[in-house]
């Protein structure tokens, strides 16, 4: 059976949730060969094989943290040079885009990034991808070498499926680009307790209706009773209320939750293009002609601060 390659995000060791969607994506295709890099590379392996990873391929170096992509680069392709693999697959972060675009060019292959769906086809795998700020969806394949496909978080279950996950070291000779780029500080990101705002189940956004960065408290409690990410419209962020890293939209972050709920959020294409793709959208707005309205599942029209309160409260109270 053929093999893909599957691109392991990863801290010290612990295997972030879209990789593991990356397994369950890649098991359609072939037997996945996971390559995991950096700092607690070998600790990924037992989630790896737990979820289906027929081999593991590992290396760490210094040259991984200190520098910026272009050691991971030279990895992977080294990591398919060896494999030979049907495809190879990474989640779509920022970085993983980055690596992918390089691999691509350097193997001479074409690229899909931003994939919502990934199944095998007569002549490769297909992806399918939303189009036009998420209005449409596309199915498509690559024309030219062994696909390179980024995948967004949350578009495919997490699904157990034990296998050997043999681990093995991976030989990595680095390019003289590897350390053109040299990583000279790092700012630790202050923690909110809350899940990544693009790989949660579950966003809360606010917008222009929420009338102020003080009011956002009450957008943060909705999220905090669900286990959900905070979100911002761009009117949101542009007016000072919420931090840029927690904007969606065009000029944000993309999001594909299981359940988005937008409060005060009017619904302008740009805020569209970034959660539209959410399985289930509710929407709270006092004017019921915004055209947020048009796209929802389910629309609550009144104002914000007694309906977001009140959902808040109820939500405690079925947890008990």
């Known amino acids: 059976m053929t093999e893909v390659l599957v691109y392991v995000d990863h801290v010290d060791g612990a295997v972030r949730k879209p990789t593991l969607e990356l397994l369950t994506l890649a098991r359609r295709i072939g037997e996945p060969v996971a390559v995991a890099l950096g700092k607690g590379a070998a600790d990924t392996a037992a989630t790896l094989a737990e979820h289906g990873a027929v081999r593991v391929l590992t290396a760490d170096a210094p040259e991984f943290a200190e520098y910026l992509v272009v050691p991971k680069v ?8 060896a494999v030979s693999p049907a495809a190879v697959l990474l989640p779509s972060s920022a970085e993983a885009k980055e690596i992918a675009a390089r691999l691509a060019v350097r193997i001479g292959s074409g690229i899909i990034t ?12 297909v992806a399918t991808q939303a189009a036009f700020a998420a209005s449409y969806t596309t199915r498509s394949r690559v024309s030219k070498g062994v696909p390179v496909v ?29 350390t053109g780029t040299k990583v000279v500080s790092r700012t630790p990101r202050e923690s909110t307790g809350r899940p990544e705002l693009t790989e949660a189940a579950i966003v809360v956004s606010g917008g222009r209706g929420v009338n102020g960065a003080e009011n956002f408290g009450i957008i943060e409690a909705l999220a905090d009773s669900l286990g959900a990410a905070v ?8 007016a000072g209320w919420y931090p840029h890293t927690n904007q969606v939209g065009q000029t944000g972050k993309s999001v594909s939750p299981q359940l988005y709920i937008a409060s005060g959020i009017s619904g302008a294409i ?20 915004a055209p947020i309205f048009d796209l929802v599942d389910y629309g609550v029209v009144g104002d914000l601060f007694n309906v977001v309160p009140q959902l808040t409260d109820e939500v405690n109270t079925r947890k008990g």
């Not at 030279?74 to 040079?81: K, S, V, Y």
């Not at 931003?114 to 795998?125: F, I, K, R, S, T």
């Not at 979100?231 to 542009?238: F, Y």
């Not at 740009?270 to 002609?289: F, P």
């Open 114 to 125: 931003d994939a919502v769906d990934l199944e095998a086809g007569d002549q490769g795998p």
């Open 150 to 178: 980024t995948v967004k978080p949350n578009s495919a279950a997490v699904e157990p499926a034990p296998a050997a996950g043999a681990v093995e070291a991976l030989a990595v000779s680095f390019s003289a680009q590897a």
């Open 270 to 289: 740009q805020h569209r293009a970034g959660m539209q793709t959410s399985k289930t959208i509710v929407a709270i707005n006092k004017d019921a002609e």
């Open 231 to 238: 979100g911002a419209s761009r009117a949101a962020v542009d």
């Open 74 to 81: 030279d990895a992977l392709q080294a990591a398919f040079d």
